[in-house]
C-alpha cells in the first residue's frame, strides 16, 4: 500500500497524523487482497478534518469503486 499525501493537507505533523489514521483504517481491509494487487491511497486535505469511522467508510468505498473499474469481482 502506497500513500500520496500532499502538502495541501497541513503542516508535517498533520500530514504523519493522516497517514497513521490511513494505515490504520486500511490495514484490515487490505488483508482481503491478492498479493499482486497495488494500492495507492490519495489523502486530500479534507481528511485531516474527518473522523475515523468516516475516513474507513470512505477507503472501503474507494477500494470497492476501485476493483469494480477494474472488473475484478470482490
Do not use: W, Y
Not at 497524523?17 to 486530500?44: F, K, S, W
Request: with cysteine; net charge positive.
Amino acid at each position: 500500500m502506497g500513500l500520496i499525501i500532499a502538502k495541501s493537507v497541513g503542516t508535517a505533523v498533520e500530514r504523519h497524523r493522516v497517514a497513521r489514521r490511513l494505515r490504520h483504517v486500511a490495514r484490515p481491509l487490505l488483508g482481503n487482497l491478492h498479493p499482486c494487487d497495488q494500492v495507492v491511497i490519495r489523502a486530500l486535505p479534507s481528511s485531516r478534518q474527518v473522523s475515523s469511522v468516516r475516513l474507513e467508510q470512505q477507503v472501503r468505498r474507494g477500494l470497492r469503486r476501485a476493483f469494480e473499474s477494474a472488473g475484478a469481482d470482490r
